[in-house]
């Protein structure tokens, strides 16, 4: 089976089975994928605030409402808590258990924040025909912790996290014109050029994620990370939180055309 | 004193100690004007999700932590309990009270949402050469309300309103283009054209301010309004809230041209 021209809600479903239990990177193509945080109503507000008030490292495709299982306004037929192949469970910010189902964990009080994924902008880079180092190497991309304060919300802070992927100069611009127009999906970069000045100081040395080298031709383009909504959840100590596992997305019903924004 | 001329601080002082006590259009220019929604924590995360589940109908500047008074963040030295000219104070969705100072209403668990205004787009079409007859003619916007659905949020829903500018054909490209690089204040328009689509029977009677016509080079071009969440706070029927009074803005230190979307 080719998975990368399934639908969305095949994968999802092969999912649901653990007839299809791989890192989702490439599956339904055209379609958004999304980060995962479940949390307490009681904490919805503060991380929904944090989330508005820092829209570049957790834009949000969607917000459940409380005890909403099934999303079928983003994805028809689904289950979010048994629909991605991997999740984490963290009590106090730590992480104590890796499943592949959390259906036993709903409660009536928890809030989902679906969050846009870089696989997106990523997509449209490659058919904008943009190199993209770290996909031709099947590599992970950079991601690196930066100085860049967050805006506070309650229990969340934190610094943004960053990826980086270098692209060819003359491509610069392009790269940058394209993710301005996805908005939910982290949007235009926060920095181009020199890592030092966000307090990267090895840039050879990612904090998460493969470096796959920079060329002469080439300048390193910084972007928001879905990464950082996680670490200030993990950072929070909230008694309870489920996240996806990292690699295995939500495959959503979103078009990744849909996304651009108006 | 030409009052176009001041600084944000200026007049926000003026207006504290009742010596300006008239609507703010063209006060600052050059600095963004805002809505201003007041209400009890109980209800501010579900004013949060509808304010982020519908962006262009209600484009969030800033939302202040519980009880915070001074907004030092947007407005140096301001006072939201002072510094506009003319609240609403609603109880139950209904409008009880008409003042010039909610200082005594000042409670440890209320939230200020300050929403973005047209304003700010108005002034950046008009610095690019495009007429906008109501201006001209120094009427208020014509403003209809429309079959377009609003997401719900738990107790807020309803309808979007919009205002609506006759812009000449051959500027009608610009003033997209312009508007949508504005997304914290409306955005580009939600409707062209037709305004029977929209559910808007005759355009030349709006459900508030005034029609000033339409010539045969103009097409009507419609934008989500800021009346929409006052619409929805009121519908709400919630028991405590504050509103600025129509045209009386909360004027903040945040340039226009700071509120381009990058």
Same mark, same amino acid.
């Given at each position: 089976?080719?998975?990368s021209?399934?639908?969305?809600? =095949?994968?999802?479903k ?13 599956? $339904?193509?055209?379609? $958004? ?10 904490? #919805?507000?503060? +991380?929904?605030?944090?989330? @508005? ?5 957790c834009?949000?495709?969607?917000? !459940?409402?409380?005890?909403?299982? @099934? ?17 984490n469970? @963290? ?16 409660r ?10 870089? +696989? ?5 880079? /490659? ?11 099947? #590599? ?12 506070d ?6 610094? =943004?996290? /960053? ?11 392009? $790269? ?34 493969? +470096?796959?080298g ?9 972007? #928001?990370?879905?990464?950082?909504p996680?670490n200030?959840?993990?950072? !929070? ?10 690699g @295995? ?14």
């Amino acid at each position: 089976m080719d998975y990368s021209k399934a639908v969305p809600e =095949t994968i999802r479903k092969l999912i649901r089975n653990r007839e299809f239990m791989m890192p989702t990177s490439g599956v $339904a193509s055209g379609y $958004a994928q999304a980060n995962l945080v479940i949390l307490p109503k009681e904490y #919805a507000y503060d +991380f929904l605030l944090f989330a @508005y008030r820092n829209p570049k490292p957790c834009p949000l495709l969607y917000v !459940s409402d409380p005890g909403e299982k @099934y999303l079928e306004k983003i994805a028809k037929g689904s289950n979010i808590y048994t629909d991605i192949g991997n999740y984490n469970i @963290y009590n106090d910010g730590v992480l104590v258990s890796n499943v592949d189902n959390v259906d036993k964990y709903h409660r009536d009080d928890l809030v989902s924040f679906i969050i846009g994924c870089s +696989f997106t902008f990523e997509s449209e880079l /490659v058919n904008e025909g943009i190199k993209i180092p770290h996909m031709e190497k099947q #590599a992970n991309v950079a991601m690196y912790d930066t100085n860049i304060k967050l805006e506070d919300s309650g229990v969340f802070s934190g610094n =943004t996290v /960053v990826s980086m992927r270098p692209i060819k100069s003359k491509d610069v611009t392009k $790269a940058v014109m394209i993710t301005s127009r996805f908005s939910q999906v982290h949007g235009a970069p926060v920095h181009i050029g020199n890592p030092g000045e966000i307090g990267i100081e090895d840039i050879t040395k990612p904090d998460y994620g493969d +470096f796959v080298g920079i060329e002469e031709d080439e300048v390193p383009v910084f972007w #928001a990370c879905g990464v950082t909504p996680q670490n200030a959840l993990r950072q !929070s100590k909230i008694p309870f939180a489920i996240t996806h596992g990292p690699g @295995y997305m939500f495959v959503t019903d979103i078009k990744n055309s849909d996304l651009i924004t108006y």
